[in-house]
């Protein structure tokens, strides 16, 4: 796979398409084989006990496959979720986190793959996510 847009293009994107969260993520690079996103954490992503909450996560590792399809395929801001398994692998420490997202097969309805997270302040990884995003079909115009 060929990424068809770039950092910038997807940045764009985000501000035109999902300005609610423009200022949340940060996808820092883009591979032949997906993405990597940096997710800003805050005091509103925090749960009690001072670890960053389980849907935070879920929203990094569903905005990370996001940005890997879209990179691999153009902007179709019309891509869904279908399907996400998130398991927790231990609690991160406050902080941002970093998550690579893998494409293993793109089609042309369906993209598959995987994302791991892991905290700036530790490599080892605090959750792992499958993910399965549906791909509206081309229409004519």
């Not at 954490?41 to 960053?52: A, E, H």
């Not at 979720?81 to 998550?99: E, H, W, Y």
């Not at 309805?109 to 997270?117: A, N, Y």
Request: aromatic fraction near 6%; include cysteine; proline fraction near 7%.
């Amino acid at each position: 796979m060929k990424p068809v847009m770039t950092i910038s293009e997807l940045h764009d994107l985000i501000d035109a398409e999902f300005p609610q969260v423009k200022d949340q993520f940060d996808i820092t690079a883009i591979h032949d084989d997906g993405a990597t996103v940096r997710m800003f954490i805050n005091d509103s992503n925090l749960r009690p006990g001072g670890t960053v909450s389980g849907p935070s996560m879920f929203a990094l590792a569903d905005c990370a496959f996001y940005m890997a399809t879209l990179a691999m395929i153009g902007p179709e801001a019309l891509c869904v979720t279908t399907n996400c398994s998130i398991d927790f692998m231990r609690k991160p420490q406050p902080g941002d986190l970093v998550a690579d997202a893998r494409i293993l097969k793109l089609g042309k309805s369906l993209s598959v793959g995987d994302v791991l997270i892991h905290s700036v302040h530790d490599d080892k990884p605090v959750a792992r996510a499958s993910l399965t995003y549906s791909i509206p079909p081309k229409r004519a115009i």
